[in-house]
């Protein structure tokens, strides 16, 4: 239980529907055996609904990979059409599926007019407002490549559409980082001794 949930708690410790777990070291309740079919059959639907387990876990990762899949392929077909009449076209490509620790997934070039590959390119799909999650790793990489490395946000409600253009952001280690206008959360820690 919730600190919010405290005072419901205690109603349903008054009235005998759940108790402390016999053994202390869990510190759960368990449920009156003449209340289990009750809870079965009412609450623990909405609780199951709540909960998010191991399977939808998994479902939720491969749902991303496949809208970070379409992202990178959709990326590459505008960076082919964006450099369309370059001569070195066919240089263009998603690295992501045989360089994994590269800190970005397309290899592109700056211009028409560049001869090396020197547009490195982070894809990251959303939907609604814009936003990503931004890995140690692809953070360094962006550091060293300054204003060689992109940041291509792909709406993927909008990414079926002819003329739809991501955003893009160059640089996106001083324009995103060191940038007020774009919201920050920690949500892990490496911790070592």
Request: a negative charge; charged letters at 35%; aromatic letters at 20%.
């Given at each position: 239980f919730k600190f919010k949930?405290?005072?419901f708690k205690q109603l349903l410790i008054?009235?005998?529907f759940i108790s402390p777990h016999p053994d202390t070291h869990f510190k759960k309740y368990i449920i009156d055996g003449k209340y289990k079919k009750l809870f079965d059959k009412y609450i623990l639907p909405s609780?199951?609904?709540?909960?998010?387990?191991?399977?939808?876990l998994k479902k939720q990762i491969e749902k991303n990979n496949i809208y970070g899949e379409e992202a990178e392929f959709f990326v590459l077909e505008f960076e082919k059409k964006r450099l369309t009449g370059h001569s070195k076209i066919e240089k263009i490509e998603k690295i992501?599926?045989?360089?994994?620790?590269?800190?970005?997934d397309i290899i592109s070039f700056e211009t028409i007019d560049s001869e090396t590959l020197n547009r490195c390119i982070e894809v990251k799909s959303f939907s609604g407002i814009e936003s990503f999650f931004w890995s140690r790793n692809e953070?360094?990489?962006a550091k060293?490549?300054?204003?060689?490395?992109?940041?291509?946000l792909v709406d993927r409600s909008k990414m079926n559409n002819e003329n739809y253009i991501p955003t893009i952001i160059q640089n996106p280690y001083e324009?995103?980082?060191?940038?007020?206008?774009?919201?920050?959360?920690?949500?892990?820690?490496f911790i070592s001794t």
């Open positions: 949930y405290s005072n008054d009235f005998s609780i199951k609904k709540e909960m998010f387990g191991i399977d939808e992501s599926d045989y360089h994994v620790n590269a800190g970005y953070i360094d990489v060293i490549k300054e204003n060689e490395y992109f940041l291509y324009n995103v980082l060191n940038k007020d206008k774009w919201k920050k959360r920690i949500e892990k820690y």
